[in-house]
């Protein structure tokens, strides 16, 4: 079992910057990918952006150059900075740890941007 805590987010004014953390303890896998997913008011979740244990990133289109994900591998930690924060960016942002055989969410944690 992996459990993850989430922190970081809150309310925000449009264009402004939010960091967001998610530390993993437990079971945790030494190869894994960790990444941030999100969801919207009547949306489906959606990959923000995540990061293999070997430092590959993967961002999604809407938050290239915006949003930076990286990792702390010695704390089993992820980060999300989001800057230039706009308010189509507000959900409901999820942590997720997965192996070869797992996966794991966090609680989520909400961010919301205001015009």
């Known amino acids: 079992q992996v459990h993850l805590v989430e922190s970081g987010g809150g309310l925000v004014q449009a264009g402004g910057s939010l960091r967001l953390s998610c530390a993993a303890s437990g079971r945790v896998f030494s190869i894994n990918v960790m990444g941030w997913y999100r969801q919207a008011p009547g949306k489906q979740r959606e990959l923000v952006a995540d990061i293999t244990s070997g430092g590959t990133t993967t961002y999604a289109d809407s938050v290239r150059g915006r949003f930076t994900i990286s990792r702390d591998n010695a704390k089993n930690t992820v980060y999300l900075q989001m800057n230039s924060l706009k308010p189509e960016d507000t959900a409901v942002y999820y942590c997720?740890?997965?192996?070869?055989?797992?996966?794991?969410w966090g609680q989520g944690t909400q961010v919301t941007v205001s015009s």
């Open positions: 997720n740890h997965r192996s070869i055989v797992t996966s794991y």
